[in-house]
């Protein structure tokens, strides 16, 4: 069976930390892995992309400097640390695999074959 599985989320009060894992099963993450996010009445909305080889990123504006996606191929799995969080950064997030594009296509949902069922995070005092 081909899935994603998103995993690490949680409650954090705001200005700590938390790292999720998206790990991929039934197939090879060979090409670029986003991950999205979607508040509760709000778009689902990119917030981190990583290409097949790890080489190049880009972040949400509003994250830059705070979360870092990393990649470990030979683990199948995909990450994101999450510094500094802030309670909008509250939502389920989600990660993506695209089997067509090794850079990554932005954040246009309909380029992505595949989604994990989405991890909690909530950021709340």
């Known amino acids: 069976q081909l899935q994603l599985v998103e995993s690490g989320g949680g409650l954090v009060q705001p200005g700590g930390s938390l790292r999720l894992s998206c790990a991929a099963s039934g197939f090879t993450l060979d090409y670029a892995i986003a991950w999205f996010r979607q508040a509760p009445g709000k778009e689902r909305e990119g917030v981190s992309c990583?290409?097949?080889?790890?080489?190049?990123?880009n972040y949400l504006d509003s994250v830059k400097g705070r979360f870092t996606i990393s990649r470990d191929n030979a683990k199948n799995t995909v990450y994101l640390q999450m510094n500094s969080l802030e309670p909008g950064d509250t939502a389920v997030y989600y990660c993506?695999?695209?089997?067509?594009?090794?850079?990554?296509?932005?954040?246009?949902?309909?380029?992505?074959?595949?989604w994990g069922q989405g991890t909690q995070v909530t950021v709340s005092s």
């Open positions: 990583i290409s097949s080889r790890g080489g190049s990123t």
């Open positions: 993506a695999a695209t089997l067509k594009y090794s850079y990554c296509p932005g954040y246009v949902l309909n380029r992505y074959d595949y």
